[in-house]
């Protein structure tokens, strides 16, 4: 007898990373072990070599990938399914910077494709916890063209056109494809992406690994990837409210909402054909579906099937805050 989709938690893919910190461990409660640090965890993720395996219930053990290909529409939702077939879509992250990452540009759907048969990486940040002072780096602080971007490169002025950004708690960036960007030393992000794992670094300040070798940079392939565009705003606004639903990003790739709850809330997802993520930013919850209750807590994430109708959460601190990711 085949058993019933249900809220899905998954066992936490634990990355180091040389510019990573204890963050992870500190702020989200989460154990990595015998590593040195922790740059990133991988929450929830259907990249080859690194798929998710539920947690928690009767599927425990069982792999994402094998879940897509048993439950098709039922999971991830009819739609999406004819459009990804067994690929999960989205990866879902926690990245702690302990020192400034890499300036890097991501590829979109077509380049992706052409040079790696792979999807290209749209994104975005929430910043969990900011330390003072912190700033980040996305796109251009003015206009520049293809040349100047080079010759700034070639002169080691790279920093000098690049739009840096004071970042806090609870900020949000959207980073789409060719968006040059880094996060900078001294910030933990929630980072909902596109599945893909291509990145093309462009400078990562000289820094050298244990042996004293320097990390591949790919400054041919990025040039083509980049979008010299300029502008006028590169942080999300958005208004923080108590109690309702608050739009951040909605893109062809994923919608993400935040909800911070001081009291029950139900949800309807009927008119919905899509998975449905959750991100606990913060405090803690009862999941209440019709196959069953799970909690949620800082530093989790779950994932509702699309046959998922109704859900109630209900605060099992004083509040919680989550990001809400589906597929529109």
């Known amino acids: 007898m085949r058993q019933e989709l249900y809220p899905l938690k998954f066992e936490t893919i634990f990355k180091d990373k040389i510019w990573g910190g204890n963050k992870i461990k500190e702020v989200l409660g989460k154990d990595y072990g015998s590593l040195p640090n922790c740059g990133e965890t991988w929450e929830i993720s259907g990249v080859n070599g690194n798929v998710s395996v539920v947690s928690e219930g009767p599927l425990k053990g069982k792999d994402l990938q094998s879940l897509i290909k048993e439950y ?3 999971l991830l939702g009819n739609p999406i399914f004819e459009r990804f ?6 990866l879902v992250k926690f990245i702690d910077a302990n020192d400034d990452l890499s300036i ?3 590829p979109d759907d077509v380049l992706g494709m052409e040079r790696h ?6 994104e975005m940040w929430y910043v969990m916890q900011a330390d003072k002072d912190a700033k980040l ?5 003015k206009p520049v063209s293809k040349e100047e971007y080079l010759e700034s490169l070639e002169n080691g002025k790279l920093m000098d056109i690049l739009n840096e950004e004071n970042v806090y708690d609870g900020d949000v960036f959207f980073l789409p494809a060719g968006r040059v960007h880094s996060i900078g030393k001294g910030i933990l992000v929630a980072e909902i992406q596109q599945t893909s794992d291509i990145t093309y670094r462009i400078y990562d300040f000289d820094r050298t690994d244990d042996e004293g070798n320097k990390r591949e940079l790919h400054n041919d392939q990025a040039v083509d990837a980049i979008d010299f565009g ?3 705003e590169y942080k999300t606004p958005y208004e923080q409210k108590k109690n309702e639903t608050v739009g951040l990003v909605s893109c062809p790739y994923f919608t993400t909402n935040k909800l911070s709850f001081s009291e029950p809330v139900a949800l309807d997802y009927q008119q919905l054909e899509s998975f449905v993520i959750y991100v606990c930013l913060d405090g803690s919850m009862a999941i209440k579906t019709g196959n069953g209750e799970v909690s949620l807590q800082k530093g989790e994430c779950l994932l509702l099937p699309a046959n998922t109708n109704e859900v109630e959460l209900t605060p099992t601190s004083e509040e919680f805050t989550i990001l809400e990711s589906y597929i529109a």
């Open 72 to 74: 098709k529409g039922e």
């Open 85 to 90: 077939g067994d690929e999960f879509p989205l």
């Open 104 to 106: 890097q540009v991501h």
């Open 117 to 122: 048969n792979s999807k290209g990486k749209t």
């Open 137 to 141: 780096i996305a796109g251009f602080n």
């Open 230 to 232: 300029f502008y006028e």
